[in-house]
Protein backbone atom coordinates (compact mmCIF):
# COMPACT_ATOMS: atom_id res chain seq x y z
CA UNK A 1 0.00 0.00 0.00
CA UNK A 2 1.63 3.34 -1.06
CA UNK A 3 1.50 6.33 1.74
CA UNK A 4 -1.21 8.00 -0.46
CA UNK A 5 -3.34 5.29 0.15
CA UNK A 6 -2.54 4.84 3.86
CA UNK A 7 -3.21 8.70 4.34
CA UNK A 8 -6.66 7.68 2.78
CA UNK A 9 -7.14 5.24 5.77
CA UNK A 10 -6.06 7.63 8.42
CA UNK A 11 -8.49 10.28 6.99
CA UNK A 12 -10.80 8.06 7.33
CA UNK A 13 -10.79 6.64 10.78
CA UNK A 14 -9.83 10.29 11.57
CA UNK A 15 -13.66 10.81 9.79
CA UNK A 16 -15.15 8.03 11.66
CA UNK A 17 -13.69 9.11 15.07
CA UNK A 18 -16.41 12.01 15.23
CA UNK A 19 -19.29 9.76 14.79
CA UNK A 20 -21.50 9.46 18.10
CA UNK A 21 -19.51 5.75 19.07
CA UNK A 22 -15.86 6.83 17.45
CA UNK A 23 -13.14 4.96 15.72
CA UNK A 24 -10.12 5.92 17.76
CA UNK A 25 -6.65 4.95 16.38
CA UNK A 26 -4.34 2.63 18.55
CA UNK A 27 -0.94 2.35 18.64
CA UNK A 28 -0.59 -0.97 16.68
CA UNK A 29 -2.77 0.76 13.96
CA UNK A 30 -5.04 -2.47 13.62
CA UNK A 31 -7.85 -0.24 13.16
CA UNK A 32 -6.15 0.74 9.96
CA UNK A 33 -5.88 -2.72 8.89
CA UNK A 34 -9.87 -3.25 9.61
CA UNK A 35 -10.61 -0.41 6.97
CA UNK A 36 -8.34 -1.29 4.39
CA UNK A 37 -10.02 -5.03 5.21
CA UNK A 38 -13.15 -3.38 3.95
CA UNK A 39 -12.40 -0.48 1.87
CA UNK A 40 -10.75 0.25 -1.70
CA UNK A 41 -8.59 3.48 -1.75
CA UNK A 42 -11.80 4.62 -4.07
CA UNK A 43 -14.70 3.59 -1.21
CA UNK A 44 -12.54 4.91 1.35
CA UNK A 45 -12.50 8.70 -0.60
CA UNK A 46 -15.76 8.24 -1.07
CA UNK A 47 -17.00 7.69 3.04
CA UNK A 48 -14.78 10.81 3.44
CA UNK A 49 -17.94 12.70 2.38
CA UNK A 50 -20.32 10.90 4.21
CA UNK A 51 -21.33 11.97 7.91
CA UNK A 52 -23.96 10.70 10.98
CA UNK A 53 -26.90 12.54 9.60
CA UNK A 54 -28.21 11.25 5.85
CA UNK A 55 -27.69 13.35 2.86
CA UNK A 56 -29.38 12.91 -0.54
CA UNK A 57 -27.45 11.57 -3.61
CA UNK A 58 -27.77 15.15 -5.43
CA UNK A 59 -25.78 16.57 -2.46
CA UNK A 60 -23.73 14.24 -2.47
CA UNK A 61 -22.90 14.21 -5.88
CA UNK A 62 -21.74 18.25 -5.74
CA UNK A 63 -18.69 16.83 -3.12
CA UNK A 64 -17.80 14.11 -5.41
CA UNK A 65 -18.12 15.57 -9.58
CA UNK A 66 -15.53 12.91 -10.66
CA UNK A 67 -18.18 11.09 -10.96
CA UNK A 68 -21.18 11.10 -13.03
CA UNK A 69 -24.79 11.21 -10.60
CA UNK A 70 -24.84 7.27 -12.38
CA UNK A 71 -21.78 5.94 -11.49
CA UNK A 72 -22.15 7.78 -7.85
CA UNK A 73 -25.03 5.81 -7.20
CA UNK A 74 -23.66 3.12 -8.33
CA UNK A 75 -20.30 3.13 -6.04
CA UNK A 76 -22.54 3.66 -2.85
CA UNK A 77 -24.98 1.02 -3.29
CA UNK A 78 -22.16 -1.10 -3.69
CA UNK A 79 -20.57 0.35 -0.35
CA UNK A 80 -24.12 -0.09 0.98
CA UNK A 81 -24.34 -3.76 0.34
CA UNK A 82 -20.91 -4.66 1.10
CA UNK A 83 -21.83 -2.82 4.72
CA UNK A 84 -20.00 -0.25 4.65
CA UNK A 85 -21.72 2.17 5.02
CA UNK A 86 -26.05 3.28 5.77
CA UNK A 87 -28.62 3.66 3.02
CA UNK A 88 -32.24 5.18 3.19
CA UNK A 89 -34.81 5.57 0.90
CA UNK A 90 -37.96 8.12 1.13
CA UNK A 91 -40.97 9.04 -1.59
CA UNK A 92 -40.96 13.06 -2.09
CA UNK A 93 -42.88 13.72 -4.67
CA UNK A 94 -43.85 10.33 -6.24
CA UNK A 95 -39.85 9.82 -6.77
CA UNK A 96 -37.78 7.65 -4.79
CA UNK A 97 -35.11 10.02 -3.24
CA UNK A 98 -31.67 8.16 -1.51
CA UNK A 99 -29.69 9.33 1.26
CA UNK A 100 -26.26 7.82 2.74
CA UNK A 101 -24.70 8.32 5.68
CA UNK A 102 -21.76 6.86 7.53
CA UNK A 103 -22.03 3.75 9.39
CA UNK A 104 -20.23 2.70 13.02
CA UNK A 105 -17.50 0.24 13.46
CA UNK A 106 -20.65 -1.16 15.86
CA UNK A 107 -23.22 -1.52 16.04
CA UNK A 108 -22.85 -0.92 11.82
CA UNK A 109 -19.86 -2.22 9.83
CA UNK A 110 -18.91 -5.40 11.74
CA UNK A 111 -22.67 -6.63 12.05
CA UNK A 112 -22.87 -6.13 8.24
CA UNK A 113 -19.98 -8.21 7.39
CA UNK A 114 -22.31 -11.50 8.25
CA UNK A 115 -22.32 -12.89 5.00
CA UNK A 116 -18.86 -11.68 4.54
CA UNK A 117 -17.08 -12.90 7.68
CA UNK A 118 -13.58 -13.82 7.29
CA UNK A 119 -11.28 -15.14 10.55
CA UNK A 120 -8.56 -12.41 9.51
CA UNK A 121 -11.36 -9.71 10.20
CA UNK A 122 -12.99 -11.16 12.97
CA UNK A 123 -9.76 -11.33 14.60
CA UNK A 124 -8.93 -7.81 13.90
CA UNK A 125 -12.12 -6.44 15.45
CA UNK A 126 -11.45 -8.75 18.37
CA UNK A 127 -7.93 -7.07 18.60
CA UNK A 128 -9.49 -3.69 18.71
CA UNK A 129 -11.99 -4.02 21.01
CA UNK A 130 -8.95 -5.04 23.30
CA UNK A 131 -6.74 -2.22 22.08
CA UNK A 132 -9.35 1.17 21.66
CA UNK A 133 -12.48 0.43 20.97
CA UNK A 134 -14.22 -0.61 24.13
CA UNK A 135 -12.86 2.69 25.75
CA UNK A 136 -14.68 4.80 23.00
CA UNK A 137 -17.70 2.35 23.49
CA UNK A 138 -17.83 3.01 27.36
CA UNK A 139 -16.68 6.42 27.55
CA UNK A 140 -20.28 8.28 28.05
CA UNK A 141 -21.54 5.10 30.06
CA UNK A 142 -24.94 5.59 27.55
CA UNK A 143 -24.81 2.38 26.00
CA UNK A 144 -26.06 1.35 22.64
CA UNK A 145 -27.74 -1.46 23.98
CA UNK A 146 -29.26 -2.37 27.10
CA UNK A 147 -30.22 -5.25 29.46
CA UNK A 148 -33.77 -6.09 30.22
CA UNK A 149 -34.63 -8.99 32.40
CA UNK A 150 -35.80 -12.40 31.31
CA UNK A 151 -39.42 -13.10 31.53
CA UNK A 152 -40.94 -14.12 34.68
CA UNK A 153 -37.87 -13.45 37.14
CA UNK A 154 -39.18 -10.23 38.13
CA UNK A 155 -41.62 -11.04 41.28
CA UNK A 156 -45.37 -9.87 40.56
CA UNK A 157 -45.58 -7.59 42.95
CA UNK A 158 -42.30 -5.29 41.31
CA UNK A 159 -43.95 -3.13 38.33
CA UNK A 160 -41.74 -3.19 34.93
CA UNK A 161 -42.12 -0.67 32.53
CA UNK A 162 -42.58 -2.03 29.08
CA UNK A 163 -39.33 -0.76 27.55
CA UNK A 164 -38.52 -3.98 30.34
CA UNK A 165 -40.77 -6.23 29.37
CA UNK A 166 -39.78 -8.19 26.41
CA UNK A 167 -43.12 -9.47 25.41
CA UNK A 168 -44.44 -5.56 25.10
CA UNK A 169 -41.21 -4.79 23.49
CA UNK A 170 -42.16 -7.25 20.53
CA UNK A 171 -45.92 -6.64 20.88
CA UNK A 172 -45.18 -2.54 19.90
CA UNK A 173 -42.16 -3.53 17.82
CA UNK A 174 -43.33 -2.36 14.61
CA UNK A 175 -43.19 -4.65 11.59
CA UNK A 176 -41.47 -6.29 9.56
CA UNK A 177 -39.58 -8.27 12.00
CA UNK A 178 -36.49 -9.77 10.58
CA UNK A 179 -33.85 -12.48 12.60
CA UNK A 180 -29.96 -12.92 11.51
CA UNK A 181 -27.41 -15.42 12.99
CA UNK A 182 -25.68 -13.91 15.17
CA UNK A 183 -22.60 -12.28 13.92
CA UNK A 184 -20.42 -13.39 17.08
CA UNK A 185 -20.93 -16.75 17.23
CA UNK A 186 -20.73 -16.98 13.62
CA UNK A 187 -17.43 -15.71 14.10
CA UNK A 188 -16.25 -17.74 17.01
CA UNK A 189 -17.36 -20.68 15.14
CA UNK A 190 -15.44 -19.64 12.31
CA UNK A 191 -11.92 -19.79 14.72
CA UNK A 192 -12.89 -22.79 15.88
CA UNK A 193 -13.95 -21.61 19.50
CA UNK A 194 -17.84 -22.45 19.37
CA UNK A 195 -20.44 -21.09 21.86
CA UNK A 196 -20.32 -22.59 24.98
CA UNK A 197 -23.57 -21.77 26.41
CA UNK A 198 -25.85 -22.29 23.29
CA UNK A 199 -25.96 -24.54 19.69
CA UNK A 200 -28.86 -21.27 18.39
CA UNK A 201 -27.13 -19.19 15.65
CA UNK A 202 -29.98 -17.57 14.31
CA UNK A 203 -30.48 -15.61 16.81
CA UNK A 204 -30.38 -11.60 16.25
CA UNK A 205 -33.42 -9.27 15.80
CA UNK A 206 -34.36 -6.21 14.19
CA UNK A 207 -37.14 -4.50 13.26
CA UNK A 208 -38.96 -1.71 11.21
CA UNK A 209 -36.18 0.06 9.33
CA UNK A 210 -33.51 -2.01 10.42
CA UNK A 211 -35.31 -5.11 9.65
CA UNK A 212 -35.73 -4.15 5.99
CA UNK A 213 -32.45 -3.20 5.88
CA UNK A 214 -31.33 -7.00 6.99
CA UNK A 215 -34.02 -8.80 3.93
CA UNK A 216 -32.47 -6.05 2.14
CA UNK A 217 -29.35 -7.53 1.90
CA UNK A 218 -29.98 -10.75 2.58
CA UNK A 219 -28.65 -10.84 6.28
CA UNK A 220 -32.00 -11.79 7.99
CA UNK A 221 -35.34 -13.60 6.91
CA UNK A 222 -38.53 -12.20 7.71
CA UNK A 223 -40.47 -13.73 10.72
CA UNK A 224 -43.63 -13.29 13.12
CA UNK A 225 -44.11 -12.17 16.05
CA UNK A 226 -44.89 -15.70 17.04
CA UNK A 227 -41.53 -16.89 15.69
CA UNK A 228 -39.44 -14.33 17.13
CA UNK A 229 -41.06 -14.94 20.86
CA UNK A 230 -40.19 -18.94 20.17
CA UNK A 231 -36.58 -18.27 19.23
CA UNK A 232 -36.04 -15.72 22.30
CA UNK A 233 -38.34 -18.24 24.67
CA UNK A 234 -35.05 -20.98 23.34
CA UNK A 235 -32.29 -18.03 23.86
CA UNK A 236 -33.62 -17.34 27.90
CA UNK A 237 -33.83 -21.32 28.23
CA UNK A 238 -30.01 -21.52 27.19
CA UNK A 239 -29.44 -18.70 29.69
CA UNK A 240 -28.77 -16.15 27.28
CA UNK A 241 -28.93 -11.94 27.91
CA UNK A 242 -31.34 -10.15 26.55
CA UNK A 243 -30.13 -6.86 24.79
CA UNK A 244 -32.35 -4.36 23.11
CA UNK A 245 -31.41 -1.38 21.23
CA UNK A 246 -30.58 1.28 24.41
CA UNK A 247 -34.43 3.15 23.50
CA UNK A 248 -38.37 2.74 24.18
CA UNK A 249 -38.71 1.79 20.67
CA UNK A 250 -35.64 -0.42 19.71
CA UNK A 251 -34.31 -1.20 16.09
CA UNK A 252 -32.99 -4.22 17.62
CA UNK A 253 -32.42 -7.38 20.28
CA UNK A 254 -29.20 -9.00 20.64
CA UNK A 255 -29.27 -12.12 22.32
CA UNK A 256 -26.19 -12.70 23.98
CA UNK A 257 -23.38 -15.06 25.41
CA UNK A 258 -20.26 -14.07 27.94
CA UNK A 259 -18.37 -16.49 26.01
CA UNK A 260 -18.81 -14.61 22.33
CA UNK A 261 -20.64 -11.53 22.22
CA UNK A 262 -18.19 -8.87 21.27
CA UNK A 263 -19.67 -6.49 24.27
CA UNK A 264 -20.29 -8.71 27.18
CA UNK A 265 -16.66 -10.92 26.41
CA UNK A 266 -14.97 -7.85 26.60
CA UNK A 267 -16.50 -6.22 29.29
CA UNK A 268 -15.90 -9.28 30.96
CA UNK A 269 -12.26 -8.47 31.33
CA UNK A 270 -12.99 -5.56 33.52
CA UNK A 271 -13.25 -5.52 36.96
CA UNK A 272 -16.39 -3.53 37.45
CA UNK A 273 -18.60 -4.05 34.09
CA UNK A 274 -21.55 -3.48 35.50
CA UNK A 275 -21.53 0.74 35.76
CA UNK A 276 -21.29 0.54 31.89
CA UNK A 277 -24.59 -1.47 31.07
CA UNK A 278 -28.10 0.38 31.26
CA UNK A 279 -30.31 -1.98 33.64
CA UNK A 280 -32.78 -1.40 35.77
CA UNK A 281 -32.28 -5.09 38.21
CA UNK A 282 -29.85 -7.05 39.98
CA UNK A 283 -29.83 -10.24 41.53
CA UNK A 284 -29.28 -11.15 45.00
CA UNK A 285 -29.18 -14.37 47.35
CA UNK A 286 -31.68 -15.04 50.12
CA UNK A 287 -28.35 -17.07 52.45
CA UNK A 288 -31.31 -18.88 54.19
CA UNK A 289 -32.93 -20.84 51.50
CA UNK A 290 -29.39 -21.15 49.07
CA UNK A 291 -28.08 -25.04 48.90
CA UNK A 292 -25.51 -23.90 47.30
CA UNK A 293 -25.43 -25.74 44.10
CA UNK A 294 -23.50 -23.10 41.99
CA UNK A 295 -26.40 -23.69 38.91
CA UNK A 296 -26.73 -19.43 38.83
CA UNK A 297 -22.66 -19.52 39.17
CA UNK A 298 -22.55 -21.85 35.85
CA UNK A 299 -25.37 -19.57 34.12
CA UNK A 300 -23.86 -16.36 34.61
CA UNK A 301 -22.54 -14.85 31.72
CA UNK A 302 -20.63 -11.79 33.76
CA UNK A 303 -18.53 -14.18 35.96
CA UNK A 304 -20.87 -11.94 39.03
CA UNK A 305 -22.13 -15.44 41.01
CA UNK A 306 -19.31 -17.37 43.29
CA UNK A 307 -20.26 -19.90 45.50
CA UNK A 308 -18.38 -19.37 49.14
CA UNK A 309 -19.00 -21.50 51.83
CA UNK A 310 -21.47 -23.02 50.07
CA UNK A 311 -23.60 -20.21 49.37
CA UNK A 312 -23.96 -18.30 46.66
CA UNK A 313 -23.02 -14.14 46.57
CA UNK A 314 -23.64 -12.06 44.09
CA UNK A 315 -21.25 -9.18 43.31
CA UNK A 316 -23.08 -6.22 42.39
CA UNK A 317 -20.09 -4.49 40.40
CA UNK A 318 -20.76 -7.35 37.36
CA UNK A 319 -24.03 -8.27 37.79
CA UNK A 320 -26.03 -6.67 35.02
CA UNK A 321 -29.59 -8.04 35.99
CA UNK A 322 -30.11 -10.10 33.08
CA UNK A 323 -32.25 -12.61 35.13
CA UNK A 324 -29.98 -15.66 33.57
CA UNK A 325 -29.48 -17.25 37.05
CA UNK A 326 -33.00 -16.58 38.32
CA UNK A 327 -35.23 -19.63 36.73
CA UNK A 328 -32.81 -22.60 37.09
CA UNK A 329 -32.22 -21.82 40.73
CA UNK A 330 -32.90 -25.16 42.32
CA UNK A 331 -34.13 -23.68 45.57
CA UNK A 332 -35.66 -20.53 44.42
CA UNK A 333 -32.62 -18.51 46.52
CA UNK A 334 -31.86 -16.27 43.96
CA UNK A 335 -34.12 -13.33 42.58
CA UNK A 336 -34.37 -10.03 40.78
CA UNK A 337 -35.28 -6.47 42.31
CA UNK A 338 -35.50 -3.49 40.79
CA UNK A 339 -33.20 -0.84 41.49
CA UNK A 340 -33.75 2.40 43.39
CA UNK A 341 -33.08 4.91 40.59
CA UNK A 342 -34.79 3.55 37.33
CA UNK A 343 -33.04 4.56 34.06
CA UNK A 344 -35.11 5.11 31.30
CA UNK A 345 -34.27 4.76 27.91
CA UNK A 346 -34.30 7.58 25.35
CA UNK A 347 -37.68 7.44 23.09
CA UNK A 348 -35.71 5.87 19.76
CA UNK A 349 -32.84 5.26 18.42
CA UNK A 350 -31.66 8.75 17.21
CA UNK A 351 -32.38 10.22 20.70
CA UNK A 352 -29.64 7.69 22.28
CA UNK A 353 -27.24 8.39 19.48
CA UNK A 354 -28.00 12.10 19.87
CA UNK A 355 -27.50 11.71 24.16
CA UNK A 356 -23.37 9.72 23.49
CA UNK A 357 -22.65 13.16 21.44
CA UNK A 358 -23.75 15.45 23.97
CA UNK A 359 -22.00 13.38 26.68
CA UNK A 360 -18.97 13.07 24.49
CA UNK A 361 -19.07 16.95 24.31
CA UNK A 362 -19.71 17.54 27.98
CA UNK A 363 -16.67 15.41 28.40
CA UNK A 364 -14.16 16.80 26.18
CA UNK A 365 -14.91 20.31 27.09
CA UNK A 366 -14.52 19.21 31.16
CA UNK A 367 -11.15 17.94 29.61
CA UNK A 368 -9.73 21.18 28.25
CA UNK A 369 -11.24 23.62 31.73
Same mark, same amino acid.
Given at each position: ????? !?????K?????????????????????????????????E??L?L??????????????K??????????????????L????V?? /???????????????? &??F??????L?PE???????????????????T??????T??I????????????????????E??? =?P??????????G???? =???C?K??L? /? *?????????????????????????????????Q????? !????? *? %?????I @???????C???????????P? %???????????????C??? &??? /???????A???????????????? =? @????????? *? /??I?????EE??????????????????????????? *?
Amino acid at each position: MDKDN !LGIYRKLQQHLDKMPVGYPATESGIEIKILKLLFTPDQAEIALTLGFYPEKLKKLHRKLKKYSLEELVQKLDEMYFNGLINRGVRK /ENDEEVKYYASAPLAI &GMFEYQLNRLTPEFFKAVEDYFDQGFLDEFNKTKIPQIRTIPIEKTVEHEQAIASYDDLRQVIEIIG =GPIAVAHCICRTGTDLI =GEPCKKTDLR /E *SCFSFRTAAKVYIEKGLGREISKEEALKILEKAQEDGLV !LQPGN *S %QRPMNI @CTCCGCCCGVLSHQNKLEEPA %QFFATNFYAKVDPDECIGC &GVC /EERCNMDAVHVEDAIAVVNLARCI =G @CGACVPTCT *S /EAIKLYRKEENIIPPKNTVATYLAIMDKKAELARAEK *S
